[in-house]
């Protein structure tokens, strides 16, 4: 059992920028697709973006388009953590924001809102 604790979430001002963190349990995170999701607020839970590995060392990202050049998600193997960079904040990204693992590294699950593991979220609030 993954289990993951996210922390960072708060008030924001519009423009403004944020860093989810989420620490993860067990020993084979390096070899799990880590992402992120957002639930408004009477709105369904949405995809936010995924960091997969490609294989050796190498790890990519993938991004919804609704936050694609504003937020970035990374990772730190050898911290369990992967993160969230949110810049350019705006009343649409008001949202609890949810960690989530899939131990197959598949971003594909991710993308369809399948992953195997959640957080239990932390509230995002941007002020207009």
């Known amino acids: 059992q993954v289990q993951l604790v996210e922390s960072g979430g708060g008030l924001v001002q519009a423009g403004g920028s944020l860093r989810l963190s989420c620490a993860a349990s067990g020993r084979t995170f390096s070899s799990y697709a880590m992402g992120w999701f957002r639930q408004a607020p009477g709105k369904e839970r949405e995809f936010v973006a995924v960091s997969y590995w490609r294989g050796g060392s190498t790890y990519s990202g993938d991004h919804a388009d609704s936050v694609k050049g504003r937020f970035t998600i990374s990772r730190d193997n050898a911290k369990n953590t992967v993160y969230l960079q949110m810049n350019s904040l705006n009343s649409e990204d008001t949202a609890v924001y949810y960690c989530?693992?899939?131990?197959?590294?598949?971003?594909?699950?991710?993308?369809?809102?399948?992953?195997?593991?959640w957080g239990q979220g932390t509230q995002v609030t941007v002020s207009s």
């Open positions: 989530a693992a899939n131990r197959d590294n598949n971003r594909f699950s991710m993308w369809n809102g399948r992953p195997d593991y």
